[in-house]
T-cell receptor
Framework: AQSVAQPEDQVNVAEGNPLTVKCTYS??????LFWYVQYPNRGLQFLLKYITGDNLVKGSYGFEAEFNKSQTSFHLKKPSALVSDSALYFCAVRDGNQGGKLIFGQGTELSVKP | NAGVMQNPRHLVRRRGQEARLRCSPVKGHSHVYWYRQLPEEGLKFMVYLQKENIIDESGMPKERFSAEFPKEGPSILRIQQVVRGDSAAYFC????????????FGPGTRLTVT
């Protein structure tokens, strides 16, 4: 069965500091991995994805994520956090051998303080 | 470019009534997905449709819920005889294919059952 774990309900970071939001996954086939961000009362916005190739993927708004196959992780990172990055972040996985549905983690609330 | 559109944005129904949620995918996208987000939880997959066909309904409750994506017009998620536990945010997403592409999400419909 496919699953995603985001071990931290909340991450607090000072503005200008680096941030990491953790994600681990379990999937039987090839993992297709995604990060989305959700602002209050809004839908999800796509940030970045890993399908194949370089383990470090770069996405929108200066975010990047590193795919680690041995640790089955796909942590989201940003070198310097902004207050405007404060939002709810979701990691999701899809089995590349199967079409369709995304399996989401529970979400991590990121709070960036000035 | 118009993104995924959902209406209504907010819907209030009394117990026992029917709720109809509409989703217009990104122009040119023929794959539609419905997800449900309960309070304080992540998104849970409900159903995946491709024009006129249900491809995967493994996340859909067996009773009272149905979905369609007709040849013309929006995708509809229908909930009959709503109960309080159906109160949630329902998100629609669309994609161009089920290959390596990401899913684009709409703003959601927030259903409240009184």
């Amino acid at each position: 069965a496919q699953s995603v774990a985001q071990p931290e309900d909340q991450v607090n970071v000072a503005e200008g500091n680096p941030l990491t939001v953790k994600c681990t996954y379990s999937v039987s086939g090839n993992p297709y991995l995604f990060w989305y961000v959700q602002y209050p009362n809004r839908g999800l916005q796509f940030l970045l994805k890993y399908i194949t190739g370089d383990n470090l993927v770069k996405g929108s708004y200066g975010f990047e994520a590193e795919f680690n196959k041995s640790q089955t992780s796909f942590h989201l990172k940003k070198p310097s956090a902004l207050v405007s990055d404060s939002a709810l972040y979701f990691c999701a996985v899809r089995d590349g051998n199967q079409g369709g549905k995304l399996i989401f983690g529970q979400g991590t609330e990121l709070s960036v303080k000035p | 470019n118009a993104g995924v559109m959902q209406n209504p944005r907010h819907l209030v129904r009394r117990r026992g009534q029917e709720a109809r949620l509409r989703c217009s995918p990104v122009k040119g996208h023929s794959h539609v997905y419905w997800y449900r987000q309960l309070p304080e939880e992540g998104l849970k997959f409900m159903v995946y449709l491709q024009k006129e066909n249900i491809i995967d309904e493994s996340g859909m409750p067996k009773e009272r819920f149905s979905a369609e994506f007709p040849k013309e017009g929006p995708s509809i998620l229908r909930i009959q005889q709503v109960v309080r536990g159906d109160s949630a945010a329902y998100f629609c997403a669309s994609s161009l294919s089920t290959g390596q592409g990401e899913q684009y999400f709409g703003p959601g419909t927030r259903l409240t059952v009184t």
